[in-house]
């Protein structure tokens, strides 16, 4: 298993932008898949994007695509979800994760992080 730390969360006015960061420890981080989730008061954990373990497939929520990116740097051991015009319902707690399987539907988690918050004004 991997480690995660999770950076980057804020209060950002609607229309705004935000980065986040997510850091792995451990030598194998390369081998997993990488992805972002996020869980708003009250409602479920909902699947917000991953990437594949070499970075050359993504997988978006319906609710995110064209706004967010998620890259990954394998020899820093970092993910990051790059987001755009931030909604007021993108206000959430951002987990990063990492798992065996990730397609369009979502990913297999095998280790989580600890969750940054993101909020966004309207």
């Known amino acids: 298993q991997v480690q995660l730390v999770e950076s980057g969360g804020g209060l950002v006015q609607a229309g705004g932008s935000l980065r986040l960061s997510c850091a792995a420890s451990?030598?194998?981080?390369?081998?997993?898949?990488m992805g972002w989730f996020r869980q708003a008061p009250g409602k479920e954990r909902e699947f917000v994007a991953a990437?594949?373990?070499?970075?050359?497939?993504?997988y978006y929520a319906d609710s995110v695509k064209g706004r967010f990116t998620i890259s990954r740097d394998n020899a820093g051991n970092t993910v990051y979800l790059q987001m755009n015009s931030l909604k007021p319902d993108d206000t959430a707690v951002y987990y990063c994760?990492?798992?065996?399987?990730?397609?369009?539907?979502?990913?297999?988690?095998?280790?989580w992080g600890q969750g940054t918050q993101v909020t966004v004004s309207s």
């Open positions: 990437i594949s373990w070499s970075g050359t497939s993504r």
């Open positions: 994760a990492a798992g065996p399987v990730a397609g369009a539907k979502g990913m297999d988690v095998s280790s």
């Open positions: 451990g030598r194998t981080f390369s081998r997993y898949n």
